[in-house]
């Protein structure tokens, strides 16, 4: 049975001291589970400035040793792709070539001949060689990252520690960590991680949202939790946000329940609707063509949010034209006859370009971001709306496009007006600062749809990075604030006669007992990772239009976050059924 996993071989046992201690984090992803944990290793330290070899260790034994932790580490990388799929197996067989390229050692050797020891000599050749793939450009560019990954995993084996990353078993187990870089995600197995808990990190961190795209039961800002021994067995409820170390039979039973009843959770129809037969089409976020065909595959109704990123990212140049239109297209030929609605550029803030943003601001959440990148960069939205309507010809998806980062009705007149003059019939705008929220009326005037982007929005309302884990409890959409904020959105689109459509394609739609608010709230359409469909569909399908009402006006005037949750939660027994 997959849930319950047996103590990885090797590990600690579990202290008898730790026994029954519970952790109280946030949960960010359904699910409850029982298995033995791995703790992500250590960032591995740069050796010190000018460290040389010990004494009575000569040249040669110091590059014979370099060689052999070179060769290790490449065998390991080796070993692991042969498992590996799609882009982990990618990135771990570039990996691997580099650990052993005769560049790289060859350079190393050099400095320890000149006296430096193995670790010193392959931290500098590493960063040396690196600057010079920099500076080549292009794919050459993009290996200086493997070089530098290389670096810390051939440091790590000269100095017999873990190497940096994904920890590495043969058996499945729940991952430990502070929090998880978007590089540590590129070699998650599924499979082997069964769940994922973290130390640090909010609802709307990189660490939850990778949680509930792989359908894994997590729980972030869990504090204390890395002081657990590898080998420690414990319970996790993803959607309770406790963890248990040592369970007993009822986290066993509980367990079996909830592996039994995801099971048996019947896939999307493709057609969400309230118990009534209220329509509430259920559309996928995607981030590429391979995510579309996922999306399209599990019943989505299309897509609420397209994160056109995918094409800009680790990249020192604007992509072509060309090039954009064969990503984009991908994605349309994916939904034929739908909606698929392109998010702009959103780069900025967590997501710095080199060619675009600028990396000293001091404040870059709140700096040139989304559509602001115009102000400093003009020409590089133009082109992209050109690209998307060159991709949108000859497909049959309906192209919706929109803007992030909007704040005024001023900005979304513009925006309106380069849609038009690339030939989009349908522009709209992200709602996630609050000014958009309140003028929502204002700026529907200019634009045909808005979509609520319930990560940032919740952040900036709340003046609470999303990617801290001391500020969790702020930084959820169940926040009320955060629910009267789009309860105005949706007023602003029936002002003066609008009725213009309002969507959700944060994270927070891909929470069950928060869709219902939503629709309750007069959200017209939901997006989400695919994975969530069914478990949306199926709680939405539990309740009346009323009903979804009554829920959202409990969830306006709680007194908190904590209370509107648990309020709408003790509505809905079928969370409690289903395990989420």
Same mark, same amino acid.
């Given at each position: 049975?997959?849930?319950?996993?047996?103590?990885?071989?090797?590990?600690?046992?579990?202290?008898?001291?730790?026994?029954?201690?519970?952790?109280?984090?946030? =949960?960010?992803?359904?699910?409850?589970?029982?298995?033995?944990?791995?703790?992500?290793?250590?960032?591995?330290?740069?050796?010190?400035?000018?460290?040389?070899?010990?004494?009575?260790?000569?040249?040669?034994?110091?590059?014979?040793?370099?060689?052999?932790?070179?060769?290790?580490?490449?065998?390991?990388?080796?070993?692991?792709?042969? =498992?590996?799929?799609?882009?982990?197996?990618?990135?771990?067989?570039?990996?691997? +070539?580099?650990?052993?390229?005769?560049?790289?050692?060859?350079?190393?050797?050099?400095?320890?001949?000149?006296?430096?020891?193995?670790?010193?000599?392959?931290?500098?050749?590493?960063?040396?060689?690196?600057?010079?793939?920099?500076?080549?450009?292009?794919?050459?560019?993009?290996? &200086?990252?493997?070089?530098?990954?290389?670096? #810390? *995993? !051939?440091?790590?084996?000269? *100095?017999?520690?873990? &190497?940096?990353?994904?920890?590495?078993?043969?058996?499945?187990?729940?991952?430990?960590?502070?929090?998880?870089?978007?590089?540590?995600?590129?070699?998650?197995?599924?499979?082997?991680?069964?769940?994922?808990?973290?130390?640090? $990190?909010?609802?709307?961190?990189?660490?939850? !949202?990778?949680?509930?795209?792989? #359908?894994?039961?997590?729980?972030?800002?869990?504090?204390?939790?890395?002081?657990?021994?590898?080998?420690?067995?414990?319970?996790?409820?993803?959607?309770?946000?406790?963890?248990?170390?040592?369970?007993?039979?009822?986290?066993?039973?509980? @367990?079996?329940?909830?592996?039994?009843?995801?099971?048996?959770?019947?896939?999307?129809?493709?057609?969400?609707? +309230?118990?009534?037969?209220?329509?509430?089409?259920?559309?996928?976020?995607? =981030?590429?063509?391979?995510?579309?065909?996922?999306?399209?595959? &599990?019943?989505?109704? #299309?897509?609420?949010?397209?994160?056109?990123?995918?094409?800009?990212?680790?990249?020192?140049?604007?992509?072509?034209?060309?090039?954009?239109?064969?990503?984009?297209?991908?994605?349309?030929?994916?939904?034929?006859?739908?909606?698929?609605?392109? *998010?702009?550029?959103?780069?900025?803030?967590?997501?710095?370009?080199?060619?675009?943003?600028?990396?000293?601001?001091?404040?870059?959440?709140?700096?040139?971001?989304?559509?602001?990148?115009?102000?400093?960069?003009?020409?590089?939205?133009?082109?992209?709306?050109?690209?998307?309507?060159?991709?949108?010809?000859?497909?049959?998806?309906?192209?919706?496009?929109?803007?992030?980062?909007?704040?005024?009705?001023?900005?979304?007149?513009?925006? &309106?007006?380069?849609?038009?003059?690339?030939? +989009?019939?349908?522009?709209?705008?992200? !709602?996630?600062?609050?000014?958009?929220?309140?003028?929502?009326?204002?700026?529907?005037?200019?634009?045909?749809?808005?979509?609520?982007?319930?990560?940032?929005?919740?952040?900036?309302?709340?003046?609470?990075?999303?990617?801290?884990?001391?500020?969790?409890?702020?930084?959820?959409?169940?926040?009320?604030?955060?629910?009267?904020?789009?309860?105005?959105?949706?007023?602003?689109?029936?002002?003066?006669?609008?009725?213009?459509?309002? $969507?959700?394609?944060?994270?927070?739609?891909?929470?069950? @007992?928060?869709?219902?608010?939503?629709?309750?709230?007069?959200?017209?359409?939901?997006?989400?990772?695919?994975?969530?469909?069914?478990?949306?569909?199926?709680?939405? @399908?539990?309740?009346?239009?009323?009903?979804?009402?009554?829920?959202?006006?409990?969830?306006?005037?709680?007194?908190?976050?904590?209370?509107?949750?648990?309020?709408?939660?003790?509505? +809905?027994?079928?969370?409690?059924?289903? =395990?989420?």
């Amino acid at each position: 049975m997959r849930t319950i996993v047996q103590t990885l071989p090797g590990s600690a046992s579990t202290d008898q001291s730790e026994i029954g201690r519970t952790f109280a984090g946030v =949960g960010v992803s359904p699910g409850r589970i029982i298995g033995s944990i791995l703790l992500m290793p250590q960032a591995v330290r740069e050796p010190a400035v000018g460290e040389s070899l010990t004494e009575g260790t000569s040249p040669e034994e110091a590059s014979t040793a370099l060689r052999t932790a070179a060769k290790a580490v490449q065998t390991n990388l080796t070993a692991r792709s042969v =498992g590996a799929f799609g882009a982990g197996r990618e990135v771990l067989e570039a990996t691997a +070539l580099m650990a052993n390229d005769p560049m790289l050692v060859k350079a190393a050797i050099k400095l320890i001949i000149n006296g430096a020891s193995p670790e010193r000599a392959i931290w500098d050749a590493a960063a040396s060689v690196a600057e010079m793939l920099h500076n080549l450009g292009g794919y050459m560019a993009e290996r &200086a990252t493997d070089v530098l990954d290389v670096r #810390g *995993r !051939i440091v790590a084996e000269l *100095r017999g520690v873990p &190497a940096p990353g994904i920890p590495y078993s043969d058996t499945p187990f729940i991952l430990i960590a502070e929090d998880l870089a978007p590089a540590d995600t590129a070699t998650l197995d599924p499979a082997k991680v069964i769940a994922l808990v973290t130390s640090s $990190g909010g609802p709307q961190s990189h660490t939850a !949202i990778i949680a509930r795209a792989l #359908g894994l039961p997590a729980v972030v800002a869990a504090v204390g939790v890395t002081a657990l021994a590898n080998g420690t067995r414990i319970f996790v409820d993803g959607a309770a946000g406790t963890i248990l170390v040592d369970p007993g039979a009822d986290e066993v039973a509980l @367990a079996t329940a909830w592996e039994t009843s995801s099971a048996a959770l019947a896939a999307f129809d493709g057609t969400g609707r +309230l118990q009534d037969g209220h329509l509430v089409p259920l559309l996928s976020n995607v =981030g590429g063509s391979k995510d579309a065909v996922k999306a399209a595959a &599990a019943g989505a109704e #299309g897509v609420g949010l397209l994160r056109t990123e995918f094409c800009f990212l680790e990249r020192d140049t604007e992509p072509s034209i060309a090039e954009q239109v064969e990503a984009y297209r991908g994605v349309f030929d994916a939904f034929p006859g739908k909606k698929v609605v392109v *998010r702009t550029l959103d780069a900025g803030a967590d997501k710095p370009l080199p060619f675009l943003t600028d990396a000293s601001e001091p404040n870059p959440a709140l700096g040139v971001r989304g559509y602001r990148t115009d102000f400093t960069s003009p020409g590089v939205l133009e082109r992209q709306l050109t690209a998307i309507a060159q991709a949108a010809e000859g497909t049959q998806a309906h192209v919706w496009v929109m803007a992030p980062m909007i704040s005024t009705a001023e900005e979304a007149e513009h925006f &309106a007006s380069l849609c038009s003059a690339a030939g +989009l019939a349908t522009p709209g705008v992200m !709602i996630e600062v609050p000014s958009a929220a309140l003028t929502a009326a204002s700026i529907l005037e200019h634009v045909d749809f808005v979509s609520l982007g319930t990560n940032d929005l919740t952040q900036y309302a709340m003046a609470a990075d999303r990617q801290l884990g001391p500020l969790a409890a702020l930084n959820t959409p169940w926040q009320p604030a955060v629910l009267h904020l789009i309860r105005l959105t949706v007023n602003g689109s029936r002002d003066e006669g609008h009725d213009k459509p309002v $969507g959700v394609c944060g994270e927070a739609a891909a929470d069950p @007992a928060l869709a219902v608010v939503l629709v309750g709230l007069g959200v017209a359409t939901l997006s989400m990772t695919a994975r969530a469909l069914s478990s949306v569909a199926a709680v939405l @399908a539990s309740v009346t239009l009323p009903e979804a009402q009554q829920l959202a006006k409990l969830a306006l005037t709680a007194h908190s976050a904590t209370d509107a949750r648990r309020l709408v939660r003790e509505q +809905l027994p079928i969370l409690n059924t289903l =395990g989420l």
